[in-house]
């Protein structure tokens, strides 16, 4: 049996391992055990008789924009439905938070896609929002709005938007 459940301080190990599983072959970009800790609060948890088999975050960038990070399943549970539960389970804290709309950055867009994300180009947002996240220092906006500075670190993903 698979639970999905917001994430604790004492589960940010086991985000680790999952993070570094993906980002050694370069498919997931690493994360700093820092930026984990200080980010815990976005994080869900899929865990199966005690064990973290897979993780996700859902980061607000704008009144109605979040991005899913940092969706990650333990390789011997794939195609098992984690995935979908732990995206499902983002997904339902975006609408509780009042997100309209969902990011991803992912070289995963057939899975993306299966739940309804669809590739975007240029930055789907007004003149006015886009000069306020400008102002942003972290890397998610950059990629969201596709700028120039974070292309080298991308390596290709594909941008994803869902609508709510």
């Not at 240029?122 to 102002?135: F, I, K």
Request: charge should be negative; glycine fraction near 8%; hydrophobic fraction near 45%.
């Amino acid at each position: 049996m698979i639970s999905v459940r917001p994430a604790r301080t004492n589960d940010v190990k086991a985000i680790r391992e999952l993070v570094d599983s993906y980002a050694a072959p370069g498919q997931m970009l690493s994360k700093e055990t820092v930026t984990l800790y200080e980010s815990v609060q976005e994080f869900v948890v899929a865990e199966r008789d005690g064990v973290i088999v897979g993780c996700g975050a859902l980061h607000v960038l704008w009144e109605d924009l979040a991005e899913v990070r940092t969706v990650a399943v333990s390789q011997q549970f794939h195609k098992q439905g984690i995935g979908h539960a732990i995206l499902n389970e983002i997904i339902r804290r975006a609408r509780e938070v009042g997100v309209k709309r969902i990011f991803c950055l992912t070289f995963q867009t057939e899975f993306f896609g299966s739940i309804g994300f669809t590739e975007i180009q240029g930055t789907p947002v007004e003149p006015d929002v886009y000069a306020q996240l400008l102002r942003s220092y972290d890397a998610g906006v950059a990629e969201f709005l596709d700028l120039e500075s974070v292309k080298p670190n991308t390596l290709g993903n594909t941008r994803m938007l869902l609508n709510l």
